[in-house]
């Protein structure tokens, strides 16, 4: 999927204008992308359609940036798709008792045994595994195999075939044994039926979970979300866990279960190990399926903080030779207001060599700016004129000394030489560069 996802907005990527043209054929491409992941073809539909409705919307196409605007677009609505914020278990009752359902083979117990891990590592949680497999005796051994490597207790009663009251023991086990989580594991059966959905509907109604969670392979696709439709009838589950997304697994099962069922994607299983569980972030995966990691979030900071109006008028100056040290101040301000300074250094001009013996920290501007501060307006726009004693004045009244008066100067001089040196056809390129 990210393969052919990058192709179709490569097109968009890095290219100054796009036609009506490119943005449908982009659209079509991210479509088929998605069909490719087996999300349903009404959701991959609507999904397009609303990045077309929002591009058209924002006037993508005459934006100084179509190509990144709408990369942000498109992930931007994957997001949303796949649940837009982070959601957490709920783990408020005494003791919090959490219901696994799925499929067999789905990763039940396996992940039941990553969340006790992660939830023990917390400190505060003391967990207890329960195996409710009445029909594998080989599933009850693995929960067991499972609780040893972890250092977790296992509660089970290998001759009990009551899946409901050996649910309810180790609640009551929990209960005088100190543990405030208790994990309820449960047998699956290999595609949906009666006496599964029934046996799991009266686990659930008899021991009231605070969440109920539903596993799901990730690289069962199209079905995952039939089974997902399923398991929601029956039990109005809480939430997703989406396993095996390890290798090249598809994301399709997350970009159409949230549409689906209208429940969050909670965890995602990323291997056989106990430490291979994550906490599902919407905005991550969309990233992964665009893979475009954190560059779009740098592009967005740029973009809300970069007024490009100014980079336009920003652009004719430097073409005109009239980049002065007021010019230099906006760029510095402009600079300071999306944070991380060793990041975005390099989207002003010449300003990567100019800060090359300069510690990059919040206050690297500081003497700078109050050097600046201290010229007349006349001697910002035009700095040859600043002679020996106009230094002594502004080194007096920034605190700072001539020295660095003239360092300042000096390398404000590099600095212009630099520009003037990509002008012409080098200044649109670096226009381009300052902005990505
Ligand atoms: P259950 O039948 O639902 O309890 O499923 P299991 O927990 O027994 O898992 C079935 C198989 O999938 C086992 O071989 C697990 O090791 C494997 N498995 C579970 N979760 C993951 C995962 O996130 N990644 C990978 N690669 N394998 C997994
Ligand atoms: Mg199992």
Known sequence: ???KLDKALHVLKGHGSITEVNVAETLKEVRRALLDADVNFKIAKEFTNRVKEKALGQNVLTSLQPGQLMVKLVKDELTELMGGDVEGLNLTGTPSIILMSGLQGSGKTTFSGKLANYLKNKKTKKPLLV?????????????????????????SDKGNTDPVAIAQAGIAHAKANGHNVVIIDTAGRLAVDEAMMTEISNIHKAIQPQETLFVVDSMTGQDAVNTAKAFNDVLNFDGVILTKLDGDTRGGAAISIKSVVNKPIKFIGTGEKMEAI????????ADRILGMGDVVSLVERAQEQFDEEEARKLQKKIAKNQFGFDDFLKQIQQIKKMGNMKDLIGMIPGA???MKNIDIDDDAFKGIEAIIHSMTPQERTNPSIINASRKKRIGKGSGTSVQ????????????SKMMKMMQGGGGKRMMNAMKN
């Not at 994550?278 to 995966?285: I, K, L």
Request: charged share 25%; hydrophobic share 45%; glycine share 4%.
């Open 1 to 3: 999927l990210s393969e």
């Open 131 to 155: 195996a409710c497999d009445v029909y594998r005796p080989a599933a009850v051994d693995q929960l067991h195999v499972v609780g040893d490597q972890i250092k977790v207790e296992v509660f």
């Open 278 to 285: 994550d906490v599902f972030y919407p905005s991550r995966m």
């Open 352 to 354: 990567g060599k100019m």
């Open 404 to 415: 660095e008066v003239n360092q300042l100067l000096k390398q404000f001089n590099q600095m």
